[in-house]
């Protein structure tokens, strides 16, 4: 594995913490009977990334950058570690929120 390697894993891991983080908390907004209100923030995040998708596409079509993107990157497979970074932070997330201590994380931002 190679240094970035590591450091993409380190902010997968995050990511899949705050990520788990969510998830538990959309679970328990769904256990307490604001299902609803799971649904609008699902609905909306949703609607988020279509706007941000549509609005990269629609930025490239009016000012093209005349250099193409090369394809996938072939060649080696992606480190294991890499790949199973995101869902052990998913996991390592919820089990934090289920404990509890996703306040004490949350109150330790800045």
Known sequence: METGDWFQAAINGVIGVFLGIAAHGLVELVAIGAWWMAL???VLGVGYFLFVQLADKLFDWIFP??????GKRRGQPKPLLRVLSLPAGL????ALA????DTLL?????
């Open 40 to 42: 609008i923030l699902v």
């Open 65 to 70: 950058s005349g250099i193409r993107t090369v």
């Open 91 to 94: 996991l390592v997330g919820i």
């Open 98 to 101: 289920g404990l509890g201590l």
């Open 106 to 110: 949350l109150d330790a931002l800045p």
